[in-house]
């Protein structure tokens, strides 16, 4: 194979030489079109799939809190986005799109396998609650993982497009067309999928993985999908065109834009005056590019605004997210891409022509300006929801406090001091809020305990060898799973099993590992070496039970005998009432984004399309490291504030925007590339007089080298 792939790309060299040759067609679409689309629809199902349960896989298997989740998956956004012009730059100055496309997809399968990898860790290796032991492994496979996929999703992201259209000769510039149609249904196509299936996949049972989510399997399916879309890219390799670099029109612009501010500061003392900065470039570049340039210059003046929708837009896969998991229901990641496949037809073909014919001038800016202004409303709508939720969370302690619940597991008076807690039954109904440790006395015994600050526990009271124990388990809290913990109260060692799960032997007195269920209504069989029986308990969406299996438990009467005590409630708020964020948001991507693209496309030069579309990435690339910035350095007590603060900096953004918008003029590359194109008469007149000077002196060159001749001859 990796013989084979050498041989292929050190045969591009000779490949790139040739003069271009009409390939195989069917219906007039070249055949080497079919393997890109395949791999484009691959990769895309790679890239979503793996992120839609990224921030999940930080916060439940790496045990990161929402703020440092939030950051490290946008930083890695922003990474995806950054790659891009690097990837532009090696493509179309070194290798050639081909090779670029090869070499960096062999990178990105990479990073997805060590994905998949740093998810895996054995039964043997794991905490009471199904985390790793070793954390520190994981989290740097995790990173390297992530750093190359951020290099190989970013750098084939400008490549793939092109070496599609690259495929058409001029001829065939309507299934040139039609093919980026294809080829964006594919991406589209993909992201829907990989949104639907990979969370699915996270729910599953996987053997020793069943303590937490398997995500093993999530990263697992993301990363054989992307080792197919290499193996289907370069099984058409002897089918493509490969254009040969011609030069990176990128280079040349950064070129042309330092040179003109190098110059003009050579210059500051000069009494000299241009008539736009760029014309300081003119002693070393010619007009045409310099004009060519300052089109550019305009349009990124206007990309400065624009990081903020995607700092909003790119916290669905983050915030949003974290916030899905404190709801009731199925997960909602599949919304935006569904949305989008129906929006965009509906917008452009209903949308549009009704304001068209209500006689409103609705130009791109515009658009983009209402599309800032929607997201801005999805979040103050997410803000909204945010309030609803927090009614329904438990308060869990502060840093000073902690919390504790008291499980009796004797028939003796149990109470606390400095709260006047009493408790007759098997536990306390709510967690006790402390600052200071507490006295507990059972009967005639009193016991101090002093807790962690900061952590909800489980506090056992039970005899032991005819003495009153105490026994205290911190009880971790999640939200957006089925989390079960058993206490055995019985006088033998017990065995618990649901599925696949299995909580190992839990000793008499003593509490078993947290079981993270994927059903509301599991079967849990208890059983030892006497005995056997199955009980089932109803859970809601995001509820924590404590199951105690009483002193007096027996086999024959194991449903009535087991005491389910809740520690977490259910989510009630629906996740139904997300579908309106995702509805504005989405509306704000297809009014913002898609004219965002035609716009710049239809503003920029012929030959600087691609400098338009690394600015526009770039924006994406910004809007994600203002997240992170957020997140690390705004400190605010509640999630909805962090909302409206985001939605508040959109809408004062969206306005200097629309200023912007008000004062930038329109205007035709192509006309002005004629202009400059053909040249002034001033222009005419300078080159006719250098062509004579010219003349003069190749005449004077051959006169002298004739008389230099006749005296040589002479000679």
């Known amino acids: 194979m990796l013989c084979n792939l050498r041989e292929l790309l050190c045969a591009d060299a000779e490949d790139l030489k040739k003069p271009r040759k009409k390939g195989a067609t069917i219906f007039g679409y070249p055949i080497s079109i079919f393997f890109i689309v395949v791999n484009e629809f691959c990769e895309r199902f790679s890239y979503y799939g793996m992120r839609a349960v990224l921030v999940l896989y930080f916060k439940y298997f790496l045990k990161w809190d929402d703020d440092l989740a939030t950051s490290i998956y946008h930083t890695f956004v922003a990474l995806c986005y950054l ?6 730059i090696v493509a179309d100055s070194w290798l050639g799109k081909f090779k670029t496309i090869v070499y960096l997809s062999i990178v990105y399968t990479v990073g997805q396998v060590i994905m998949a990898v740093s998810a895996i860790h054995d039964i043997t290796d794991t905490n009471r609650d199904g985390t790793p032991d070793n954390m520190t492994f994981h989290v740097a496979l995790s990173m390297v ?27 065939q510039e309507k299934q040139r067309s039609t093919f980026f149609s294809i080829f964006y249904l594919s991406i589209n196509a993909g992201s829907l999928l990989s949104t639907v299936i990979t969370p699915i996949l996270r729910a599953q049972e996987c053997g020793i993985h069943a303590k937490e989510k398997c995500y093993p399997l999530a990263f697992g399916v993301p990363a054989a999908l992307m080792v197919v879309a290499l193996l289907v890219f370069i099984l058409g390799s002897g089918m493509y065109y490969k254009a040969a670099p011609k030069g990176n029109i990128l280079l040349e612009v950064c070129k042309c834009i330092g040179f003109a ?58 915030r949003w997210t974290l916030q899905a998991t404190t709801m009731d229901g199925d997960f909602v990641s599949t919304v935006n891409p569904i949305l989008i496949l129906v929006m965009v037809p509906v917008v452009d073909s209903v949308i549009y022509p009704l304001i068209a014919k209500c006689k409103i001038n ?6 983009m300006t209402v599309g800032m202004f929607m997201a801005a409303l999805a979040f103050v709508s997410a803000a909204l ?23 009796n597991m004797m028939d003796t008076t149990t109470t606390t001091d400095n709260s006047g807690y009493c408790f007759h039954s098997q536990s306390s109904e709510e967690y006790l809020t402390f600052k200071e440790p507490f006295h507990l006395t059972v009967g005639a015994t009193t016991h101090v305990i002093s807790l962690e600050k900061g952590t909800r526990n489980t506090q056992i009271v039970f005899r032991e060898e005819g003495n009153v124990s105490t026994r205290t388990v911190s009880v971790t809290a999640r939200y957006g799973s089925f989390i079960i913990i058993f206490v055995n109260g019985f006088h033998s060692d017990l065995n618990v099993t649901v599925g696949s799960l299995d909580t190992g032997i839990i000793e008499p007195y003593n509490v078993s590992e947290y079981l993270m269920v994927s059903k509301g209504n599991p079967q849990f069989r208890i059983k030892n070496n006497a005995g056997e029986c199955v009980y089932t308990q109803t859970l809601g969406f995001g509820s924590s039970y404590t199951l105690i299996i009483p002193s007096d438990f027996t086999f024959a009467n194991c449903e009535q005998s087991i005491k389910a005590v809740m520690d977490i409630s259910p989510n009630t708020v629906h996740m139904a009432w997300l579908i309106p964020q995702y509805f504005l948001i989405t509306a704000g991507e297809v009014v913002f984004s898609v004219t965002g693209l035609e716009f710049s496309y239809s503003q920029a030069p012929s030959n600087m399309k691609s400098v338009l579309q690394a600015g526009w990435l770039l924006t994406v690339a910004v809007g994600n490291i203002i997240v992170l910035i957020v997140a690390e350095a705004v400190e605010l007590p509640e999630q909805w504030a962090e909302y409206i603060l985001f939605a508040g900096l959109l809408v004062a953004v969206c306005i200097v925007f629309a200023l912007m918008a008000y004062l930038y003029t329109y205007v035709d590359p192509a006309q002005i590339e004629a202009q400059f194109a053909q040249p002034e008469p001033e222009d005419k007149e300078r080159k006719k007089s250098l062509e004579m000077e010219k003349r003069g002196s190749r005449s004077s060159s051959v006169s002298s080298t004739h008389e230099k001749q006749g005296k040589a001859t002479k000679m």
């Open 385 to 407: 929801v945010q309030i609803q939720i927090d009614k329904t969370l438990p308060t869990f302690p502060s840093s000073t406090e902690s919390q504790v619940k008291l499980i």
């Open 261 to 318: 501010i190098s110059n003009r500061f050579k210059n500051r003392r000069s009494n000299i005056k241009k008539a736009h900065w760029l014309d300081w470039a003119e002693d070393r570049y010619d007009k045409l590019l310099i004009a060519q340039v300052k089109m550019v210059v305009k349009v990124l003046f206007l990309y400065i605004p624009l990081p903020m929708f995607w700092a909003l837009f790119d916290q669905q896969g983050s």
């Open 83 to 88: 790659t891009p012009i690097l990837g532009a």
């Open 145 to 171: 993982g992530l750093a190359l996929i951020a290099l190989g999703t970013g750098g084939i992201k400008p490549c793939v497009a092109a070496f599609g259209g690259d495929q058409f000769d001029d001829s």
């Open 362 to 367: 609705f130009t791109p800016l515009k658009k």
